[in-house]
């Protein structure tokens, strides 16, 4: 089974430039979740989808960061305009809906992560 | 004051050592809890649930205890493979499930 496809695996821009990151969920998982891990840090949420609707976005810095899943399968994570504090590995994962009967053995699917540097 | 907090680190165990890791949690309202390692530039994977009950799975024990919002993973004959970092997660189960990482203690197991 393939697991998360995320790219680019790293990006180097300069500050105030835009960034995109990509990510394919495994085949049937609902809920996306998108993740920001800065060096030392343990991941934090920053956006979670069931199918292609919005659950949680709390902390999703909205003037900067913008983040879709049209189709309920891809999803997109932008940065613009990029700042200093926004270098960090994004990482994308994907699960069943957690909770759900047949379910919900709070596992998390990770991809390997897209490596920003914000010069 | 952080939804999930773990014993800063990093440890250094020799290889036969056993190790415990803390993790408190804020959130009473937290239903479900984890432990995931991840290794060093690598993604987090799943090491295992913790049930209220304490659960082993060969050398790991995880426990739970409810009232003192505390979660513990212990680790016996530490191997230079464990060697890696072990994030505590709490999870909530409202609208598809959520998961809140805490900061990870990172484990060097020395020969």
């Known amino acids: 089974e393939a697991g998360v496809a995320q790219s680019p695996r790293y990006k180097i821009i300069e500050k105030r430039q835009s960034v995109a990151f990509w990510c394919n969920p495994i085949?049937?998982?609902?809920?996306l979740y998108w993740y920001q891990q800065i060096l030392g840090q343990g991941p934090k949420l920053l956006i979670q989808f069931q199918n292609n609707g919005v659950v949680d976005d709390s902390q999703l810095p909205k003037d900067r960061f913008s983040a879709e899943r049209l189709k309920g399968v891809d999803s997109t994570l932008k940065i613009q305009p990029a700042k200093l504090e926004d270098s960090a590995v994004y990482l994308c994962?994907?699960?069943?809906?957690?909770?759900?009967?047949?379910?919900?053995?709070?596992?998390?699917?990770f991809g390997e992560g897209s490596r920003l540097t914000v010069l | 004051r952080k939804e999930v907090e773990q014993d800063p680190g990093p440890f250094n165990v020799p290889e036969g050592a056993t190790v415990a890791f803390n993790c408190t949690y804020s959130n009473s309202a937290s239903q479900s809890f984890f432990w995931y390692r991840q290794d060093c530039r690598k993604e987090p994977k799943l090491l295992m649930s913790v049930y209220s009950s304490g659960n082993e799975d060969g050398r790991f024990t995880a426990q739970l205890n409810r009232a003192s919002q505390y979660i513990s993973l212990l680790i016996r004959d530490s191997k230079l493979s464990d060697s890696a970092t072990y994030l505590c997660?709490?999870?909530?189960?409202?609208?598809?499930?959520?998961?809140?990482f805490g900061q990870g203690t990172e484990l060097s197991v020395k020969p």
């Open positions: 997660v709490a999870a909530y189960y409202n609208q598809g499930g959520k998961l809140i």
């Open positions: 085949s049937g998982h609902a809920t």
């Open positions: 994962a994907s699960s069943y809906p957690l909770g759900a009967s047949g379910g919900a053995t709070g596992e998390l699917f």
